[in-house]
């Protein structure tokens, strides 16, 4: 500790200047440290703690108008997602918040419904409103904006986004890979709706990895998601449509774990089980799909990962608008095996198809 250091006066207001003084620093060293600027790496970890310590222990507060005025930044980002339900948005929102709290900024987010007004008001209505950055969830702005952009899932092309993304590849070849030897040859297929930014992407690694693997997609085992909901309906009534069309099949792998969880209610509604008549796999791993009945088998994407990177990201092109930076930060998955899949068992159905081959009826 430094000799003869300035003890601040009880009750009164701390300043930077204070501050430098009581630990027998540059007011630049602790500006540097207070406001995690680009070149704080440059100094001591010991440094950095001694500094927050002190900081918290005299309760010191920086003057945040001083600082706008002269960083003309507000430490305020704008968030735009789709819509805010529970499930895939949580999970990523989580690693967002929880980044940009720890480094001290507040975020406006708005939903837009995937409506195309809102989509093209709200970047301008939140730039009036002085946001450092735009984070997008699942959604392309539709005009390049003179701010910093992140996007997760967004898979935009527009000049000055970074987009952070899974490989879809991967995931599908997981997916139908544990499909396949597990004996699934007739498999339904669910592509999620022409809004999602990830439906066209994952669909075309489907056509691909199938293709590779050699597994057939049948046309009429394809499901195309259309309606706006965000909640297992959505799963729940194609699957249901399909179950009354046709039960050739084995397996379903669907969009998401949302339209999972509703694939298997409406497998359950039709007189059958899952997994022992159908398997399901989803997408996601959401938080509910370990407690669902079955414990839902999925291809994990690491959402609060995502949504923390996407974050940190955001920050380091705001505090360094110089600096180089990715246009695509790319995140592997992982195949979570639970209860929701199983092998293909000898079905009563198959059963009495062969027995008609054997005795020659058609």
Known sequence: MPKNKHIPDA????????LAEYLDLSPAT????????????????????????????FDYRPNMHARMLRTRLTNTVGVIVPELSEGYFTGVMLGVEQYLLQEGYLYFTVSHLCRPDLMEEYPELLMNRAVDGFLLVN?????????????????????????????????TR?????????GHRRI????????????????QAIAGIAQEIGIVIFPELCIYLEENLWSPKLGYLPVRDLLTRTRDFTAIFCFNDTAAIGAIRAIEDAG???????SVIGFDDIIVAEYFNPRLTTVRQPLH??????????????????????EVVWFEPELVV????????????????RAKRQIGSP
């Open 11 to 18: 009750g009164k207001p701390v300043t930077l200047k204070i």
């Open 305 to 326: 990962k995502m949504g923390w990177t996407a974050a940190q990201h955001l920050v380091n092109r705001i505090q360094s608008p110089g600096d180089p930076y990715p």
């Open 30 to 57: 602790v500006s540097i440290v207070l406001n995690n600027s680009p070149v704080a790496k440059s100094i001591s970890q010991a440094t950095h703690q001694r500094v927050r310590a002190a900081a918290k222990k």
């Open 174 to 182: 997981m997916a139908l890979r544990h499909l396949y030897e597990l």
């Open 188 to 203: 339904a297929f669910m592509k999620g709706q022409r809004f999602s930014l990830d439906s066209e992407v994952r669909w």
């Open 139 to 171: 959604t392309e702005l539709p005009n390049k904006v003179p701010l910093p952009v992140v996007g997760i899932s967004s898979h935009s092309r527009i000049p000055g986004v970074t987009n952070v993304e899974l490989d879809h590849n991967r995931a």
């Open 272 to 278: 059958l089980t899952c997994p022992r008549d159908i």
């Open 338 to 353: 639970r209860e929701s899949t199983a092998g293909v068992r000898d079905t009563s159905t198959a059963k009495l198809r």
